[in-house]
């Protein structure tokens, strides 16, 4: 996926390198606006592919893992605003030293009299207002609903760059180039329409999807059983997620993402909760019998991903409920950490027992405060030795809140862990 990456956005740069005479470039002006025609054609694509990293469709979350592509789509989200803002400043720059006129009056001159531009520097600010709400700190004051709104309005960023590429983008002017911009954009386009309609469309047709019950759990989470037609054939594997919708009368305009907390089978699905907004509590009085709409599942945090013989599951908080499921399906001598902070706040000890009996599994629970002895022993080298002798022959799933998966993956690669065996599902939007 890299290579397509880059051999893409080479291929959409050199559009501009075919259509650019030899020695056309003289002076200040030609050279800032050759930049700025550079970084509009490398902006343009990166947003294309970080709008077709979210699509969801289902070969893409098959072959890069829906972790890999949210990890992804964050990292370009910097880059893409850079470009595009560059671009912005350099061609009006260029044509300003053009025209010999100030930035100011050429930015004017651009938005009263230009096709589309309006279009174009209102995409630009939506670009610039998201960026600013995706930084880490800001996005985790806002509560997942606003967030998930707000990040909708990168759609019609894509639409409004479309229109201002085909009217204004003079590097796009020839048959060819104005065909391969448009069967990227209609390939992003197809993909969202199928990973976002066609695809969620299609398995709640044939699987009728309903809540059965459910039931609480240790430390304050719960658990929602749904039942449905031909389970057997909905193709999920213990580790993978589904993004739910519950047809109530509040929550039918949310779609939240919750793992499996048990393998799927032919009666039921089980995900598990951990309350800590205003729609994730209210789901714990759910009616039995309430509709579901489900989009998956997606994830490659999964048992046939492991490159060893052996496991080791490393969980937190609600990072559990992935883990637990995975356990059903991993081979003997699997061996289990689960971090909690008190005896009362493990959820599915009695599962996991069991499990353990079942699968000759080794099963730690590592308890106390963070700064206990315990918890501190553990996250070094020597404590994670002691509880998994052959570390470096394991394959590693971690999956809780974001500093445990950093403290955990700083100690695996002090112990030399093959990143290929590390398997990372964080949950955090």
């Known amino acids: 996926m890299v290579l397509a990456f880059w051999g893409?956005?080479?291929?959409?740069?050199?559009?501009?390198?075919?259509?650019?005479p030899g020695q056309s470039i003289t002076d200040l002006a030609g050279a800032l606006t050759a930049a700025g025609?550079?970084?509009?054609?490398?902006?343009?694509?990166?947003?294309?592919?970080?709008?077709?990293?979210?699509?969801?469709?289902?070969?893409?979350?098959?072959?890069?893992?829906?972790?890999?592509?949210?990890?992804?789509?964050?990292?370009?989200?910097?880059?893409?605003?850079?470009?595009?803002?560059?671009?912005?400043v350099l061609i009006t720059e260029g044509y300003a030293l053009s025209g010999s006129v100030s930035f100011?009056?050429?930015?004017?001159?651009?938005?009263?009299?230009?096709?589309?531009?309006?279009?174009?520097?209102?995409?630009?600010?939506?670009l610039v207002a998201l960026a600013l709400l995706a930084v880490r700190s800001v996005r985790h004051r806002m509560r997942y609903e606003i967030w998930y709104v707000l990040h909708l309005t990168a759609?019609?960023?894509?639409?409004?760059?479309?229109?201002?590429?085909?009217?204004?983008?003079?590097d796009l002017q020839s048959p060819l180039a104005r065909g391969y911009w448009t069967v990227l954009y209609a390939l992003v386009i197809a993909c969202l329409a199928w990973g976002r309609v066609v695809e969620p469309l299609a398995l709640n047709l044939r699987h009728q999807l309903k809540v059965t019950a459910v039931v609480p759990e240790a430390g304050g989470m719960f658990s929602i059983y749904v039942q449905g037609r031909h389970l057997e054939k909905i193709g999920a594997r213990a580790g993978q997620f589904f993004r739910w919708r519950f047809l109530t009368?509040?929550?039918?305009?949310?779609?939240h993402p919750f793992s499996l907390s048990s393998a799927p089978n032919r009666q039921w699905l089980r995900l598990t909760v951990n309350p800590v907004g205003d729609h994730t509590s209210r789901l714990r009085s759910l009616s039995s019998g309430t509709r579901v709409l489900a989009e998956g599942p997606f994830g490659t945090f999964t048992a046939d991903r492991r490159h060893c013989p052996k496991?080791?599951?490393?969980?937190?908080?609600?990072?559990?409920?992935?883990?637990?499921?995975?356990?059903?399906?991993?081979?003997?001598?699997?061996?289990?950490?689960?971090?909690?902070?008190?005896?009362?706040?493990?959820?599915?000890r009695g599962e996991l027992d069991d499990l353990a009996v079942q699968r000759d599994a080794q099963t730690h629970y590592v308890l106390g405060r963070r700064e206990d002895a315990w918890p501190q022993?553990?996250?070094?080298?020597?404590g994670m030795r002691d509880l998994a002798p052959d570390i470096a022959d394991r394959d590693v799933y971690l999956c809780g809140p974001p500093g445990f998966i950093n403290t955990a993956l700083n100690v695996l690669r002090r112990l030399r862990v093959p990143d290929r065996q590390i398997h990372l599902d964080p949950f955090e939007f």
């Open 104 to 126: 100011t009056s050429q930015t004017w001159t651009m938005l009263t009299t230009y096709e589309d531009m309006v279009g174009a520097f209102s995409a630009t600010g939506l």
């Open 37 to 88: 025609r550079i970084t509009g054609m490398a902006g343009g694509f990166v947003l294309l592919a970080q709008v077709l990293m979210m699509s969801r469709v289902s070969w893409l979350e098959d072959w890069a893992g829906a972790h890999a592509l949210m990890t992804w789509h964050r990292q370009l989200g910097a880059t893409t605003v850079v470009l595009v803002v560059a671009h912005t």
């Open 377 to 382: 022993s553990l996250f070094t080298p020597e």
């Open 249 to 255: 009368r509040q929550g039918w305009l949310q779609s």
């Open 311 to 348: 496991a080791l599951l490393i969980a937190a908080g609600s990072g559990i409920a992935p883990i637990r499921a995975l356990l059903e399906q991993l081979p003997p001598r699997t061996v289990v950490i689960y971090r909690a902070r008190t005896e009362e706040e493990i959820v599915f």
């Open 155 to 170: 759609y019609l960023v894509l639409l409004l760059g479309y229109g201002h590429q085909l009217t204004l983008g003079s």
């Open 8 to 20: 893409l956005l080479a291929a959409s740069v050199a559009l501009w390198w075919f259509n650019t």
